[in-house]
C-alpha cells in the first residue's frame, strides 16, 4: 500500500494536533489526531483504507445493482 506524504516535518518540529502513541520502547504504535483540526485529511485516509480493503470484493453488475435497488425502494406518492 502506498501513501503520499502530506506534511514532511523535521525531527525537531511540532504538528500541532497530532500525537503519536509509543510503546515502551518509544516506538510509534498510534495516532491520535484532532478531527477539528484534521478532519478532512482523515477522511481521505479512511477512504483510501476502506477502498484498499475492498479491492478484491467480487464485483457486482451495475443492472443487478440497480434492480435490487428499485425492489427495496418503496415509490412515492
Request: charged share 40%; hydrophobic share 35%.
Amino acid at each position: 500500500m502506498r501513501w503520499k506524504i502530506l506534511v514532511e516535518l523535521k525531527e525537531n518540529e511540532i504538528m500541532s494536533g497530532i500525537q503519536f502513541v509509543t510503546d515502551e520502547k518509544g516506538r510509534k504504535v498510534g495516532v491520535l489526531i484532532d478531527l477539528k483540526k484534521h478532519g478532512a485529511v482523515w477522511e481521505d485516509f479512511w477512504d483510501g483504507l476502506v477502498s484498499e480493503s475492498r479491492r478484491k470484493e467480487k464485483a457486482i453488475p451495475y443492472e443487478r445493482y440497480r434492480a435490487s435497488r428499485l425492489k427495496r425502494t418503496h415509490p412515492r406518492g
